[in-house]
């Protein structure tokens, strides 16, 4: 089963993004499977997670090949809004210390901090060119009433987390180069960058394939069977046998191929506008000039930054219609929202549009671990459109317990206790909708 229209599975091209048209080329020697081979761990995925997880098993001396359907970073690493910062769950903090505990929580709140120092770590390692910019993150408020919620949430950060984050006022938005008449004040974050996340998947593809991993791209998994103690996947032209398997393909998961993943997954569309590069009295005229990632205090909420190249980058979630025929209607949606926010650019070409699925779980967090009690079948997903950072640490965190499954202790509990099915599964897309009218309730008042 997939709940997403085939239309949104053009694997066999990429996606127009703006990320696609400006990306370094790949320039590795890679070609889809064509042959039977074995090997100790199959990955199947060739994003931020799969690339991540290959690199951490081959320098550690284990026999990897990585099967993506499309070229290498065609899912959400490569069209992503690269946003490299704290987040990756839905689950609000407060239900989290109540469900898992404070310690828990604060573990998984270290390993986010921790894993946009992987992203640079990562960047400087392996000499990728991902086009770091801008420092820090601010969450706007969209109400005039959602400025005191940020102020309760600087309380919290700071009492809870040891976080110093820095509540702005209409007129501090202003200063900053963040003004727009819906923005009522911020919370500013110190943590986090934005980047280029195509080249950083190249990049991570490059590092992955010189650690030893073979990588095999449009060779989407049609087949997996477990048979005599092994698991044989089988693509359109070839077949590979691993002793394990770790299934790192977020809200492309096909539930049809990978069974245990039935049920248990939901993905959810976001889209992307790019415009073409704002001069400098635009970017004044607007009173928008800075670098930091910025994101409303919506539910379903809105992200966007200036690029490097004075380009800017405005994103949404929202939409159940994945079919290529619906897709002119979101982006007259996004691009009519952006005008609203960003009155002096309705004038300004939109250049690119693009969209993909982020994935969400029933427990809202993401999940990393095992899906059989023989611990043969291993995955990292479910970042909730925040999984620039995260994936790359929950692909490194994955491969370190395949490694040796008492490192588990080293990864948050938040993350490690289950993978749940959705109630009566069949019914997500209804979930989805019933949700996105009431975050659209909620988000009014």
């Not at 974050?189 to 991570?204: D, E, M, S, T």
């Not at 790192?248 to 889209?271: C, F, M, Q, W």
Request: glycine share 10%; hydrophobic share 40%; charged share 25%.
């Amino acid at each position: 089963m997939h709940l997403v229209h085939s239309d949104a599975l053009h694997f066999d091209k990429p996606v127009a993004s703006y990320w696609e048209e400006s990306a370094n080329p790949l320039d590795l020697p890679l070609v889809p499977l064509r042959t039977e081979i074995r090997c100790d761990v199959a990955i199947i995925g060739g994003g931020f997670t799969g690339l991540s997880a290959a690199i951490e098993l081959s320098e550690c001396g284990v026999d990897v090949c990585l099967l993506e359907a499309g070229p290498i970073g065609w899912g959400a690493s490569g069209r992503n809004g690269g946003f490299a910062c704290i987040g990756s769950h839905k689950l609000s903090y407060a239900a989290m210390i109540k469900t898992y505990g404070l310690d828990a929580t604060k573990h998984f709140y270290r390993a986010m901090k921790d894993s946009v120092d992987l992203v640079a770590d990562n960047a400087s390692r392996h000499s990728i060119d991902f086009w770091k910019h801008g420092q820090g993150e601010v969450t706007l408020a969209h109400l005039p009433n959602r400025l005191d919620e940020l102020r309760k949430e600087q309380s919290f950060y700071c009492a809870t987390f040891g976080e110093e984050n820095e509540v702005l006022t209409r007129d501090a938005l202003r200063e900053r180069g963040l003004d727009g008449p819906e923005f009522h004040g911020g919370l500013l974050g110190k943590i986090g960058f934005g980047i280029h996340p195509l080249n950083y998947a190249r990049g991570l593809a490059r590092a992955a394939h010189k650690a030893g991993a073979r990588l095999f791209p449009n060779s989407r998994v049609m087949r997996w069977e477990e048979k005599d103690g092994a698991h044989h996947l089988y693509t359109e032209q070839g077949k590979v046998t691993a002793r394990r398997v770790l299934v790192a393909t977020n809200g492309y998961t096909p539930e049809d191929v990978s069974k245990r993943h039935a049920g248990r997954i939901l993905p959810a569309l976001s889209n992307i506008i790019v415009t073409r590069p704002l001069n400098d009295r635009e970017l004044k005229t607007q009173g928008w000039t800075s670098s930091t990632m910025a994101a409303d205090s919506r539910n379903l909420l809105h992200y966007f930054r200036l690029l490097p190249n004075n380009r800017f980058l405005f994103g949404g979630r929202g939409g159940t219609d994945s079919s290529a025929a619906a897709a002119d209607g979101y982006c007259k949606l996004l691009t009519a929202t952006f005008h609203r926010l960003f009155p002096a650019w309705t004038e300004v070409e939109i250049t690119h549009f693009w969209r993909g699925f982020v994935c969400l779980s029933y427990d809202l967090v993401p999940y990393v671990g095992t899906l059989d009690d023989k611990k043969t079948v291993w995955t990292a997903l479910a970042y909730h459109g925040n999984g620039v950072a995260m994936a790359s640490w929950c692909g490194k965190a994955a491969a370190r317990m395949m490694l040796d499954e008492k490192r588990r202790d080293d990864i948050p509990a938040v993350i490690t206790r289950r993978l749940t099915k959705f109630p009566l599964p069949a019914f997500r897309p209804l979930y989805l909708r019933g949700a996105y009218l009431w975050f659209g309730w909620k988000d009014s008042h």
